[in-house]
């Protein structure tokens, strides 16, 4: 079931990417930032009755909750829609998913984990998949080398995010109510994101691309949700690398349904499988 569920949550990641994507022709990355985090906070707080006792939420690993939520998804996904809407999915996905990288080095420092031989040689796949994508220009998205810049500090987001959530779940080990916790800081951070960008001047929300933003951030929820049963049925070391593996879904689905926005070259591919081979390397160290 663990196998079920983490591969799940690959291909709702994948199809919230795809879905963006589309969305973002006729908007921003900001608008779909707010309506994906939006949308995710609330179905999480609906669901949460359903799974646990709301007197979980009395305890001090919130705050580590609360954190966590603001650089991912706040941070974290924000700038990924950024990539994408800059770089498109094929290059910003894989970028954007290399944190666990990011999240092992600060591991070693914070969570005294051990770092081994495989953890370099995962690092160095990961180094030159980004370099591959970075020397990429095939494809009708036009973008610049700096643009780069947003997946990856979205990944290193996501590695941050991703050790203030194992410090709040080695205070309490309650998964379930973490989520929609770190999800509404997310969510009221992307609401002070889009204020200080511009407000209503900047949020654009039409019949054009609503409907693709909203699918898209009900397909990120799916995607949190079968990321927290993978977690219940098996181990991260098994669940994480397969969770991971949702840039390969992203290409396929990109080459499938984006092909009048983006075209996936052989570099492209390359540097992905790069990216997401040295990813796993290092989480399953």
């Not at 970075?134 to 780069?148: A, C, E, F, M, T």
Request: net charge positive.
């Amino acid at each position: 079931m663990a196998e079920y569920f983490s591969l799940q949550a690959a291909l709702c990641f994948a199809i919230s990417h795809v879905l963006i994507r589309r969305g973002l022709v006729t908007s921003n990355a900001i608008t779909g930032s707010f309506v994906s985090l939006g949308l995710t906070a609330l179905i999480l707080w609906l669901l949460l009755p359903f799974f646990v006792p709301l007197a979980t939420l009395w305890t001090p690993a919130v705050w580590y909750f609360l954190a966590a939520g603001i650089f991912a998804p706040g941070l974290g996904r924000t700038l990924t829609y950024v990539g994408i809407e800059k770089v498109g999915v094929a290059r910003a996905a894989p970028i954007a998913n290399s944190y666990p990288m990011f999240a092992s080095l600060l591991a070693v420092f914070l969570l005294k984990e051990v770092w081994t031989l495989q953890n370099f040689l995962g690092t160095t796949l990961v180094i030159c998949g980004i370099a591959i994508l970075s020397s990429s220009h095939g494809g009708q998205v036009q973008w610049r080398r700096v643009d780069l810049f947003y997946p990856v500090v979205a990944a290193l987001g996501f590695g941050i995010s991703s050790n203030l959530r194992k410090l709040g779940l080695m205070v309490s080990n309650v998964p379930f109510m973490a989520a929609p916790v770190a999800a509404t800081t997310a969510f009221v951070f992307s609401v002070c994101l889009l204020q200080a960008r511009g407000g209503r001047r900047v949020f654009i929300l039409s019949r054009a691309n609503w409907g693709w933003l909203f699918a898209g951030g009900v397909a990120n929820t799916a995607a949190t949700l079968s990321v927290f049963h993978a977690l219940s049925f098996g181990n991260v070391v098994v669940v994480e690398p397969l969770v991971a593996s949702n840039p390969v879904f992203s290409l396929i689905l990109s080459a499938i349904f984006l092909r009048d926005l983006e075209m996936i070259t052989l570099r492209v591919v390359l540097g992905a499988l790069c990216a997401v081979t040295g990813t796993t390397l290092v989480i399953t160290r």
